[in-house]
């Protein structure tokens, strides 16, 4: 059973920092495409999550959406079978419910993801 928990959301100031990991057990992490989404507040219950970032198990490549891309940074480790999204100049619009997945394929289309975690509550304030 393949599991991922996320940690590291919290509140912080605009303009600052802050990163959020995923601790995956289970499965074969090497193996898997890891990438990170978000759900911002008052997003009805199903519609589809914004994608924010992906990291391919190879060669670490990475791919950003465009919201994003520039202040964020993923990373991984595939010896401790984590990611890291550290996330810098944050702008209270990033504020949301962020959800580490996994999947086969190197997309930032969500429902290709097979495996996601619970996700983890980052509030930016003004």
């Known amino acids: 059973q393949v599991q991922l928990v996320e940690s590291g959301g919290g509140l912080v100031q605009a303009g600052g920092s802050l990163t959020v990991s995923c601790a995956v057990s289970g499965g074969t992490f090497g193996s898997y495409v890891m990438g990170w989404f978000r759900q911002a507040p008052g997003q009805a219950p199903g519609s589809a999550r914004e994608?924010?970032?992906?990291?391919?198990?190879?060669?670490?490549?990475?791919h950003y959406g465009r919201s994003v891309k520039g202040r964020f940074a993923l990373s991984r480790n595939n010896a401790k079978n984590t990611v890291d999204l550290q996330m810098n100049r944050l702008k209270p619009e990033d504020t949301a419910v962020y959800y580490c997945?996994?999947?086969?394929?190197?997309?930032?289309?969500?429902?290709?993801?097979?495996?996601w975690g619970q996700g983890t509550q980052v509030t930016v304030s003004s």
């Open positions: 997945a996994a999947a086969t394929a190197y997309t930032d289309d969500e429902t290709s993801y097979i495996y």
């Open positions: 994608f924010v970032a992906t990291i391919r198990p190879s060669d670490s490549d990475t």
